[in-house]
């Protein structure tokens, strides 16, 4: 496979869609979580630690999806993402704002005037279980309104039964349906269960045109790990080799401390390297973690532990 | 690369090196009788850390009879649970003290302190559990209803891993009732001396465990000693030939863990990242100074290039420098003659016209480096096919059917170990039952865990060493 068109003949037929799927290369379970775990006992220090506190930062998806969001805390989320630190000018904006779609407008208003994008989940999150039609309007709705990155959910009950065709598809009709919104799919890797599923569900989404393939939904245990990004690294690497084009990655969920995120970047930086290393491409999707990186990166200038009560609640 | 990790080295102040060492005999720290006095370098630095005792004839006649001594009056009537007690004591203080020993085996070794740290002290540790728990059990291991043991031991161990070896031999002797006395390699004698204080540390009885230092000679001394009763080594062939030699027609019991060329065998339908980790850590571990090592990949002719592709790209992120810091992936080559050889035969490599890969990094001016190097095209004619490397050196060789495999893989004088890649069970079971290596990793290399015998077929030597199997080398029925 060389070309964009070889992509469309992959998902010709339910047949050959699952022919591909299914010749991608197995995933050792013990191998895979041994690599992961090597990597998480990299020490980075000083101004490794520093450099990559203000990265991680500048690729936090600030996330809110609650029952009980309104307006008034979408707003405070907002100007958290502008100034994540008030005291220090020198402290860059997270990447995004995440919201449930009725919440957009209101967060395409704060952010007036600002680089942070406004994404919002679609397609009856988090479960998913709504007829097309619903789901492709809860879609345009969000695009509507103005948010630019769309967090859809994957099919997970299509791909658990095998119907990988009907999986694609539905990723087809919503990026159509995203225009030139970013399209980031959920593959929830806690309802796969195995990492051989992980990678064929992150091919399965990326030949259906994902720009970004994203693990968790935040409402399933266990959301992210090292071990399934570190698959989902693989197979984007993989994707851009054959298919010659690049696919982000966002690790959301169970992210909470600084030591966590420079984790993440260790395995983003030595399994995809540099390419990645941007906020375009490998996202974190949170909202507690921005304050452990604000006390950490504290810290490091000052060399002393402040306190929750020197960062802002939201 | 936009990520650059800073330095960061694990302290070395933890231990504190004397400017010289005698021998450990009897207990005591002793000046040698006849023996001089040789250095022992950092060999990532070339920085002398220490003058150490080669012994000579006396002194190994003394260490000999304190091992004896110890062995009739103090060790070999004591009751199993009380020797359990010494070794469970000896477990506990290497834990306590693994910090200090890891570094300390970095320094004197050049392995990374993350591979001293997280492999080699922990299951130093696990080995000292492990037999303590059979100390009080041997009339249930199967070597008779009242196994005796064998008497004083001589075990003369490798540079490779010098407290791991030592823990290998010592453990599961004195589990038996044995006593020893134990020569580390020339190269890296100082955590064998620190154990010495480790023992002094668990009241263990003197003369229970000897410490003699020194080079060949001194090895040769000690197992052609006519008051040994069993002689264990773990080294090269060439050595282990001279001692099965030296031995024969004696009264003496051999073990011997020699070389290896182990295959690891990757299949088209292996799991290809995980295959490409399996192959770096098993011929780049520990900077290939292993003899159960991966170091020679036989890769199905219809992946070779996927495959290849794949481990060049993750070679191309081995981190290679400083033993000390905690992010160095490859440390630095034991010695020079080891770097010597290592050189000689990549050389001999290039000569007969395999291709030669070398990963892009930078290593320091002082001290004694090889980068990770590939050799693509080899054939088993090859030296690099057939001679034990003992470096950070891969010979790529390829195959078109598991039949083929096979033939490759066991046509070498060696037997120690191997690997097989595949997602399908069947075919790992039916591979591995036809390959002829005391040890078989499926979709893994180069893990070791007390609990699992160790040892190999062929000239990679005989006798087994770790589980129930390894307690047989030191018990007579």
Redesign the interface.
Known sequence: MSTSTHVGDIARSASTLRGYLHGL????R???E??AAALA?????????A??IDLAIRMVDLTTLEGSDTPGKVRALCAKARRPDPTDPSCPSVAAVCVYPSMVPTAVAALDGSAIHVASVATAFPSGQAPLSVKLADTRAAVADGADEIDMVLNRGAFLSGRYLDAYEEILAVKEACGSAHLKVILETGELATYDNVRRASWLAMLAGADFIKTSTGKITPAATLPVTLVML?AVRDFRAAAGRQVGVKPAGGIRTSKDALRY??LV??TV??DW?DPDWFRFGASTLLNDLLLQRSKLATGRYSGPDYVTLD | MRFQYAPAPESSSIVDIRSSYGLFIGGEFVDAKDGELFKTINPASEDVLAEVTAAGASDVDTAVAAARDAYEHRWRDLPGRDRAKYLYRIARLIQERSRELAVLESIDNGKPIRESRDVDLPLVAAHFFYYAGWADKLSYAGFGPEPRPLGVAAQVIPWNFPLLMLAWKIAPALAAGNTVVLKPAETTPLTALHFAEICRQADLPPGVVNIVTGAGETGRLLVEHPGVDKVAFTGSTEVGRAIARAVAGTRKRLTLELGGKAANIVFDDAPVDQAVEGIVNGIFFNQGHVCCAGSRLLVQESVAEEVLDALKRRMATLRVGDPLDKNTDVGAINSAAQLARIRELSDAGTAEGAERWSAPCVVPDKGFWFVPTIFTGVSQAHRIAREEIFGPVLSVLTFRTPAEAVEKANNTPYGLSAGVWSEKGSRILAIADKLRAGVVWANTFNKFDPTSPFGGYKESGYGREGGRHGLEAYLAR
Do not use: F, H
Request: hydrophobic share 40%; aromatic share 4%; no cysteine.
């Open positions: 290369p197995g995933v050792d013990v191998g895979a041994a690599r006992t990299r020490s980075i220090k000083t101004t490794a630690k450099w990559a693989e970047l260790v930086n030595e390297g540099d290393l």
